[in-house]
Each structure stands twice: as C-alpha cells, then as structure tokens.
C-alpha cells in the first residue's frame, strides 16, 4: 500500500461513524502531520480500541448503541454481529474498524 493508499484509509477511518474520539483525533493528527510521531500514535490508538464480535454486539444491543447508530441500524448491525460471529469473526466489522484494521496491517506505509 502507497502513502496516498493509506492516507485514502485514514480519511476513510474519520469519516467512519463508528470511530471512538481518541482514534479520530489520532487520526486527524496524522492526516495534518504526516510524520512519524503521529503515525506511531495513530499505530497505538489503533491498537489499543481493537473490539472483539462480542463487545461490538453488546454495544449493538445496548441503549447506547440504539442512540449512536439509532434503533434500526443497530438492530442490523447485532443480526450481522451475530452471523459474523457464527461464521467464525472474531473482531468488530463496523466502518472504523474495517479501515483501521487495514492501516494496522499497512502501517509500515504511514
């Protein structure tokens, strides 16, 4: 993956609905630095908010996640939640983690 690839990723990862704040702002670090520091602290941001099928269907399932993704999106994202899972997922599938997961695994790229 080339810098303008990743790059592509990260906005993508900020425009994501289902980004926590401190990978957002981590994020927008990088987009505005694009130097090693943020890229290294984009890294650990990632790593540290990695959320397994289970906690993401939970948060789907909550009263929580009825009010960030509202009652019907959240309704079908826990049925996608739990047919990921069944299937054998064993990470988040939401927007944020998708794009994360593949900045992660492309961070020699940052």
Do not use: W
């Not at 080339?2 to 990723?9: S, T, V, W, Y």
């Not at 948060?59 to 939640?81: H, N, P, V, W, Y």
């Amino acid at each position: 993956m080339n810098k303008q690839e990743i790059l592509a990723k990260v906005n993508e990862l900020i425009a994501a609905p289902s980004v926590c704040a401190s990978v957002k702002a981590a994020a927008q670090a990088y987009v505005k630095a694009q130097d090693k520091p943020s890229a290294d602290s984009l890294v650990k941001a990632l790593a540290e908010n990695v959320n397994s099928i289970d906690e993401t269907i939970a948060l789907c399932e909550s009263d929580m996640g009825r009010q960030i993704f509202g009652a019907e999106t959240a309704s079908a994202m826990a049925k996608k939640g739990h047919e990921l899972k069944a299937a054998g997922e064993k990470y988040c599938f939401c927007p944020a983690f998708q794009a994360g997961s593949v900045i992660y695994k492309n961070r020699e790229a940052l």
